[in-house]
């Protein structure tokens, strides 16, 4: 079967800037597959490239060497097959949510009829139907980043890239938004690359969890989540999922070092 996302020896040098004048190697040697399909979880500590990752399978970053394939094409650059779900939801404050969530079908000139049949289903998948004519200063945090999940959604692309989307929000909030993403996710089985700093987060929605070393980023290991689906809340307090959690936390552990934010 071929991958939904294939990395293969991806490395990443920034040049020189400021008086330094000093390259700095962000990645060295990413390798890793994500099944067409899958949700697959990116932990790492701070400084070791997981945004960078995403933004390069994005297309909004150049590679300095390796290859990346979605769906066994090789990524060039942007794309509506590779949607992105930001940290802080990127909506446009003078257009209300049934406006925003269409956004993308209007400029692509896609099939209306076919797109407003979407926008209902994700309008409903995501419990804002009864908000589609809010504009955002009117929602909660965690009612945009539902309108930014379902305008990523909208266009069917082939991966979707999240970036932290839960980070911003509370404990009670991010955990309804982690069964909310779950539950979208089992009705259209997108493929997901999804980064994370939270490995409970992690453990809970992947099925897979690959963990980075510090600064230059490689991959450490890889752990396939054995945690049958549908996952609850109860899921979080199995012994089995404690005992893994315990140990990913000791690998990140030891990658932990002061430094800079994420590249």
């Given amino acids: 079967m071929t991958p939904g996302l294939q990395i293969r020896s991806l490395s990443k040098v920034f040049a020189s800037t400021g008086r330094s004048r000093a390259e700095v190697a962000a990645l060295t040697d990413i390798d890793f597959d994500v099944q067409a399909g899958e949700i697959y979880c990116l932990l790492g ?9 995403l933004n390069i399978v994005a297309g909004f970053e150049r590679m300095s060497s390796g290859e990346v394939a979605v769906g066994g094409q090789p990524v060039s650059g942007p794309s509506p097959e590779r949607a992105f779900v ?11 949510v049934w406006e925003n969530i269409m956004f993308g079908p209007s400029v692509r000139s896609a099939s209306r009829s076919g797109a407003r049949e979407r ?7 995501t419990g804002l139907t009864e908000f589609r004519h809010h504009h955002v ?3 909660s945090g965690g009612m945009r980043q539902r309108v930014a999940i379902a305008r990523a959604l909208i266009n069917q692309p082939s991966v979707l890239l999240m ?13 309804a938004m982690q069964e909310l993403l ?6 259209l089985h997108t493929t997901i690359l999804f980064i994370t700093h939270d490995v409970e987060e992690a453990l809970f929605l992947g099925d897979h969890v690959g963990v980075m070393t510090a600064r230059p980023g490689r991959m450490k290991f890889e752990v396939p989540i054995p945690f049958e689906r549908p996952r609850t809340v109860e899921t ?28």
Wanted: proline letters at 9%.
């Fill in 182 to 187: 779950l539950s979208i996710w089992d009705r």
């Fill in 45 to 53: 500590p701070s400084g070791c490239g997981k945004s960078t990752i």
């Fill in 163 to 175: 970036d932290e989307p839960f980070g911003a929000l509370d404990a009670q909030t991010r955990i």
């Fill in 236 to 263: 979080l307090t199995l012994p089995a999922f404690v005992e893994l959690k315990k140990q990913v936390m000791v690998a990140l552990r030891e990658e932990v070092r002061p430094g800079p934010c994420d590249v």
């Fill in 86 to 96: 930001f940290q802080q939801p990127q909506l446009f404050p003078w257009l209300d």
């Fill in 137 to 139: 200063y009117q929602l």
């Fill in 119 to 125: 926008a209902e289903s994700l309008l409903a998948a």
